[in-house]
């Protein structure tokens, strides 16, 4: 175990203390913190593993090895709508669907089409503790680009209508869960003629970080559209929502940063 992942154990048990009215002074014990250290002296840290990002350009392939079947729309939308939102997996993949019990996925009333765009509202997400929902505007993309959010979801709704109460995202069989995403990504790799090695549901994230510097737009806004802020959630429309439409279109029209560049762009990014 990685002395990060020793401490967030650590974490979880103290909350569990303190929610139940335990003693939870223990936790306080500086020598937990210096085992921990020597454990990591001793053990050395793990490598992380490589994972490489799904650029706007490798994301065109992808959707081109995905067919026109009822899974293959709900792929393309999935991937579309992840890459332009800068979605982390676990907010658009499920690994259940119950209509009886409280749900916070996405589900199909959770789009609104405005002048043109979507708007896309998250129920809940890693930096929306409160489950307040966080509404991303989604702008279209410049007409025949493949990776065009509202396109793609048009295409997935025309055709295949749903009650509001629907997944946003499904399949014919099974939860349209995140080993479905990253096995769908790594076929249409293969199936495009790339190494799908290095590359997981995270990487649609990343990708869209490392395109959206290729297409000029400055860090602040970045962290901004990806949400890298606890304190951004609430400013989408409150702070400029016409600049966000337009960086959002830009996300789709500007050239692939070189791949050399990747790992000072993603730390440049990410950086504090």
Known sequence: TK???????LQGLRSYHTDMGYDATAFDDPRIERIIRGGKRYYGDVDKRDRFPITR????RILQQLPDTYDGV?????????????LRAGEFTYDKWEESSPNFSLTRSSVTFENGNIILTLPTSKTDYFRKGVRIPLAAA??????????AVQTLFDPFPAIPSAPLFARTFGPFSRDHLIKTIRKALLDAGLNPTGFSGHSLRRGAAVSAVAAGIPRDEIKLLGRW????????????????????KSLHSSPLVPPADVPGILAAITAG
Not at 142 to 151: D, K, M, N
């Open 3 to 9: 002395a990060k992942t020793t401490k967030q154990y």
């Open 57 to 60: 350009e490798i994301l065109v």
């Open 74 to 86: 709900n792929n393309k939308a999935a991937l579309c709508v992840g890459f332009s939102a800068f």
């Open 142 to 151: 410049p007409p025949g680009s493949p990776t065009c959010p509202v396109a």
């Open 229 to 248: 802020k606890s304190d951004a959630v609430d400013i989408y429309f409150e702070h400029q929502p016409k600049t966000i439409l337009q960086h959002s």
